[in-house]
């Protein structure tokens, strides 16, 4: 009898486990479906020497759901952003 309740109660467990792992499968985006909807932007700001200018860029970017993600030196700068 407590053999035969061991079995039940280690059937219940994975099965509880499977469910779980399924819910998980099924809900969460997959990495390549994330990197799918993943957008790029470089803006150029070599035109822009005034710190306000280059600030209200980055804000508008910002409020259009960019994120600035890399800021390399060319020649005088660009900024790479990620959405």
């Given amino acids: 009898m407590k053999k035969n ?3 039940k109660v280690i059937l219940l467990v ?3 486990l499977l469910v779980i792992n399924l819910i998980v499968l099924f809900v969460l985006p997959s990495v390549t479906n994330a ?4 957008q790029y932007k ?3 700001f ?3 020497f005034d710190a306000a200018e280059i ?4 804000n508008n970017y910002a409020k259009d759901g960019w994120e600035l ?5 060319i020649q005088v700068g660009c900024f790479i952003f990620m959405k």
């Fill in 55 to 58: 600030e209200s860029l980055l």
């Fill in 14 to 16: 994975i099965a509880s």
């Fill in 69 to 73: 993600v890399a800021i390399e030196q």
């Fill in 35 to 38: 990197a799918r909807n993943i």
């Fill in 5 to 7: 309740l061991f079995i």
């Fill in 42 to 44: 470089a803006v150029d």
């Fill in 46 to 48: 070599s035109d822009l």
